[in-house]
């Protein structure tokens, strides 16, 4: 049986043809409510119905008709045809990537924008779905400008509100586009917004129009080819004449009167070059005689070309065998007011001096690069196929083999039209742009067979249908943008009518193609879509070109016959033709563009589309880490990869927030940041809590504006989980180098004991791992990020050279606009021994070397007899320690000891070895501080002490007599040493920088031996005393900072 389409059902699928894309389909299925909803069908449409004509619907449009010939005519066949051959392949090499994506899965309503942004992710794909957006509604505006140039100029030039024909005939025509456009639009608009069912009944009769017409072209050219068309151009020399300024006057400078009878043989016209005819009472002078001279008369004065040059008349369309190709082969690139002439024939004598004579004369300065802008528009409309992907039968195979075809379909026809073009037409004719030479016919009519009624109305036709799909389609693409949420000023659009008709879009789309109806030109318009156009095929190249370098294991498209290297080829072109049509033009669309991606990544929904974006980030990350491994940092490319340790309490919340607002001050250095907490308890239990723990911290670091990476740990012990999470904290080579944590706050008098024990454990995990760190005391004052110093000083106190730390941070931070106008003062210590004048000029040097503004001075410490509060510091320190070891508390008598230390403090004032407060203590207090301690410590309590612990020790200090006996213990020599110097050098930092906004120590290490931890605790205290703001500085035992550059 034969299983070929019948006419009959090939006629009826061409009657029910649409070009509207698959929402609007959906929006008129709505629109009949008072029809018997039917059972959805399946989608039926192939590759011919579906994708090929409205491909080539798109692609033909009002530049082929109005302004083809003019590009012929003016760049030359060869130029022309580079022009044309260019825009097709970018086209061509556009259409192969966006095969690719389409046939990589389902494509809703959208198109190109849906494409784009699944493939390049919200930002690109709001980006360029915006300009998308704008150049199909620049699209409407453009054929709307199109079909009334058609109506005012070929159909009815009469209709014509402002008169063409005066001195200031172009400004003109502009308001004649401008009132008669707006009309237009407004009548489209209504007609979109009444129902797309209407635009989808008329879709057909636009096609038959864009056939028809395309078909009398080429059926013109055949028969020029036997029987030209008789168009006469008037010619005055080798000037083209306006014949619409002849007012039916002959081609000629004189003709025979016809009141005066002829006595001889003469012909009826004659033409004279240097003087009048012999006979001047049988000749009179015609309106162009008037035209180019002061008057009628003989002896007027004339202009001198008319003079010297006679009237003669040309065949417009010599027809396809005449040999004009030769002729149209080169460029006649012109300026703004020249007078159309032939190439081939330079005038002899100057260029007009007046636009009163009836010259053709060009309205626009051109160029190559104008017309590439001009006609690129003449091959967009490839997105057609992809658009309709849900009303496809076999979508895959359909959108790749439709869209191609049609490009090539239309790049034949385009080329073909130039050549033809070239070949029949005049180039005096073809540089004509609005056909004044041929009686203000369309320069393509009259090549057009049988009639240039068939060009003129059929391009008209096929303008409007053009504009109404814009208009159509221009909402739904805003829609699409507005639904997916990603540009939060665009919501409102999103809505529209019951059925799903954007209504608000359709207003916003008719307002933005009102403003370029009120540009009015044509010409200038084009260049303007160019640009939105170009920006989204540079953009689909780009998706296609990235999805398959980065072989993403879903790029699996179909179509096979696409390589990363046609992707970049196409992108390039795109590039390329936009700043060759309009550099400037293609500026304000890449700053347009750019905004809106600004703003998408600001402002804009998060949305995770696995994109090819979110690829290239994890492609490009992966090079640079494994660049990274190749070996340790340089000096000069060290900056703070910070570790911030934080605490969360028990109801998960951040215990010190404003060690990640110092952090963020010190994000100067452009460094990493890792914010860690330790959650204790079994991972298996805790998972939950450890999730809202990083939930936690990544609120808090949007609050402070802090980009990082959070990381929770789950560890059985709080100080192995520190350990853990400094071990394992980063990758390869970004891994921290600095350790943030705070001081452990009230540290004597803490519940848990063993919080000043994870402190030191953790200052002793970063020296063995070779990492800086960073203990800010006092953390509460520090300043907030809205807080910001006018003055003050930061205070460097140099004791101990670290690798250049205590120079470096300052640094960074005056970097951030709190610390900004904070002068920075450096101070080193000398000892007697040492020239301090010397130190001072070498210290000084070598700030200015490291390019740091910074005031230095040197104090001298002197040698000094150890003092009675040095010997009392000592002395309460070495009691603590040894009451802590004698006792081994349990957890649950933490409270006992924290009361204990309160009572020794009050033991020491009763023995009155000296303190600070000893003037301010009577008799009746220090007995009152007494009967404090002996009901604190009762005989029952001692005695279940001794039953909890199974030993005598605790038997020494049950009572106040047991701390009196403790009171005995001589202090370690060494000790008293160290606190004499802790205690002097705090005396000079206070002295010298009691008024700084902050002050940077060196921080001594921990001692090789645990059982001087809790004297280190006391040293540090003492070293920090009676200031407000100490930052404590170790560092990681390498340089980060250099003098070289």
């Known amino acids: 049986m034969d299983t070929r389409p019948k006419v009959s059902s090939l006629l009826s699928r061409l009657a029910n043809y649409t070009n509207l ?26 590759t011919f119905m579906g994708v090929y004509l409205p491909c080539l619907q798109n ?38 990537s966006m095969s690719a994506i389409a046939t990589n899965g389902v494509v809703p309503a959208g198109g190109s924008y849906f494409m784009i942004s699944r493939s390049l992710g919200p930002e690109f794909g709001g980006a360029v779905g915006s300009c998308f957006y704008l150049g199909t509604t620049f699209a409407g505006s453009m054929y709307i400008l199109g079909a009334i140039e058609i109506l005012l100029l070929y159909i009815a030039p009469g209709a014509a509100i402002f008169d063409s024909n005066g001195q200031d005939g172009g400004a003109a025509m502009l308001n004649n586009m401008r009132i008669y456009g707006s009309i237009f639009l407004v009548l489209m608009s209504l007609l979109v917004f009444v129902g797309v069912k209407y635009v989808n009944k008329l879709a057909s009769v636009f096609l038959a129009c864009v056939i028809i017409s395309i078909l009398s072209i080429y059926t013109g050219a055949l028969v020029s080819a036997f029987k030209p068309p008789d168009f006469p151009v008037c010619m005055l020399g080798e000037r083209s004449i306006s014949q619409l300024k002849l007012n039916n006057s002959p081609c000629a400078k004189t003709q025979r009167d016809p009141t005066v009878p002829v006595n001889m043989s003469t012909s009826d016209t004659f033409n004279i070059s240097e003087a009048p005819p012999l006979s001047p009472s049988a000749e009179k002078t015609t309106e162009l005689w008037s035209q180019f001279c002061m008057g009628g008369e003989f002896n007027a004065t004339c202009d001198e070309y008319f003079l010297h040059n006679n009237f003669t008349q040309i065949q417009g369309i010599p027809g396809l065998a005449s040999g004009r190709m030769a002729e149209n082969m080169w460029s006649s690139y012109s300026s703004k007011g020249d007078v159309t002439e032939r190439a081939s024939h330079p005038s002899t004598h100057g260029p007009a001096e007046s636009s009163r004579h009836p010259y053709v004369f060009a309205d626009i300065t051109t160029s190559f690069t104008l017309l590439v802008g001009i006609f690129f528009p003449s091959v967009t409309g490839i997105m057609a196929g992809s658009n309709r992907s849900g009303d496809l039968k076999d979508a895959q195979r359909s959108i790749p083999i439709g869209t191609i075809l049609a490009i090539l379909t239309t790049s034949v026809v385009y080329l073909s039209c130039v050549v033809l073009f070239g070949a029949c037409v005049e180039g005096v004719v073809l540089r004509d742009k609005f056909g004044d030479s041929v009686k203000g016919n369309l320069v393509v009519g009259t090549l057009s067979w049988p009639s240039p009624w068939v060009i003129v109305i059929g391009s008209f036709f096929s303008t409007c249908g053009a504009g109404l799909q814009s ?119 890449i700053l347009i563009a750019g905004m809106i991606y600004k703003y998408i990544e600001y402002h804009g929904a998060e949305k995770e589309w696995g994109d090819g974006i979110r690829g290239l980030s994890l492609s490009a990350a992966r090079f640079a880490l494994l660049r990274l491994e190749e070996g340790p940092p340089h000096t000069k490319n060290w900056r703070p990869q910070l570790l911030v340790l934080l605490k969360l309490d028990e109801d998960a919340h951040v215990k010190s927030p404003r060690l990640l607002t110092f952090a ?104 063995t791992a070779h990492l800086a760190l960073l203990v800010p005391k006092n953390i509460s004052l520090f300043p907030s990020n809205s807080e910001v110093w006018t003055e003050g000083y930061i205070d460097v106190w140099w004791i101990v050279h670290d690798g250049g730390m205590l120079m470096l941070l300052p640094f960074l931070l005056r970097q951030h606009k709190v610390w900004r106008k904070c002068g920075m003062r450096i101070f080193t210590v000398a000892q007697m021994e040492d020239n301090s004048i010397q130190m001072k000029k070498d210290l000084a040097t070598f700030l200015y070397h490291l390019r740091i503004d910074a005031e230095v001075e040197v104090v001298e410490m002197h040698n000094s007899d150890i003092s009675a509060y040095t010997y009392e510091r000592t002395l309460m320190m070495e009691q603590r320690s040894q009451m802590l070891r004698q006792m081994r508390l349990s957890k649950s008598d933490r409270e006992k000891e924290a009361q204990l230390v309160k009572d020794r403090n009050s033991m020491l004032r009763l023995t009155s070895i000296g303190s600070d407060d000893d003037d301010d203590t009577d008799g009746v207090e220090k007995s009152v501080e007494h009967k404090r301690v002996h009901m604190t410590w009762t005989k029952d309590k001692a005695l279940q002490m001794l039953s909890n612990t199974q030993t005598n020790t605790a038997s020494c200090c049950s009572t106040p007599e047991g701390f009196r006996d403790m009171l005995n213990i001589r202090p370690d020599h060494s000790n008293v040493r160290r606190m004499h110097t802790a205690v002097k050098l705090n005396e000079v930092i206070v002295n010298k920088s009691h008024d700084a906004r902050l002050v940077l120590l060196n921080m001594p290490g921990p001692p090789k031996n645990p059982d001087g931890d809790e004297n280190y605790m006391e040293f540090l205290e003492v070293l920090t005393e009676g200031l407000e703001r100490v930052l404590l500085v170790r560092g990681g035992g390498s340089e980060v900072i250099t003098i070289y550059s």
């Open 21 to 46: 894309t698959q929402g609007a389909r959906e929006h008129e299925e709505a629109e009949n409510i008072g029809e018997k909803r039917k059972a959805r069908k399946s989608p039926q449409m192939g």
């Open 59 to 96: 692609i033909f449009g009002v530049i082929l008709f109005l302004r083809l010939t003019w590009v012929v005519g003016t760049a030359g066949v060869l130029q022309a045809l580079s022009i044309v051959f260019i825009c097709c392949c970018c086209t061509m090499l556009t259409a192969i």
């Open 471 to 589: 208009l159509t389609g221009a909402p739904r693409l805003l829609q699409a943008i507005a639904k997916d949420n990603i540009i939060p000023f665009l919501r409102v659009f999103g809505h529209g009518k019951a059925n799903g008709e954007p209504t608000w879009a359709l207003l916003l789309t008719a307002v933005l193609a009102e403003l370029g109806i009120l540009i009015a030109s044509l010409d200038l318009v084009a260049p303007i879509l160019s640009m939105f156009f170009l920006m989204c095929y540079l953009f689909v190249n780009l998706a296609c070109a990235l999805q398959t370098l980065l072989r993403t294991p879903n790029w699996r498209p179909r179509f096979l016959y696409y390589h990363w290297s046609l992707s970049f080829l196409g992108m390039t072109i795109c590039l390329a033709l936009m700043f060759i049509s309009s550099w400037y033009y293609a500026i304000v669309a």
């Open 664 to 767: 963020s001050q010190l994000k100067a250095g452009k460094g990493l940041t890792i914010v860690g907490t330790v959650i204790t308890g079994n991972f298996l239990q805790t998972y939950g809590e450890a999730l809202a723990a990083e939930q936690t911290l990544k609120h808090l670091m949007e609050k402070e504006r802090v980009k990082g990476f959070v990381q929770c740990i789950v560890a059985q012990k709080y100080r192995e989980g520190i350990s853990h999470m400094i071990q394992s904290s980063g990758l390869g080579g970004m891994r921290q180098n600095t350790v943030v944590m705070g001081w452990p706050l009230a540290w004597r008098q803490s519940e848990d004991p063993q919080s000043w024990k994870t402190f030191i454990n953790t200052v002793r995990v970063t020296t």
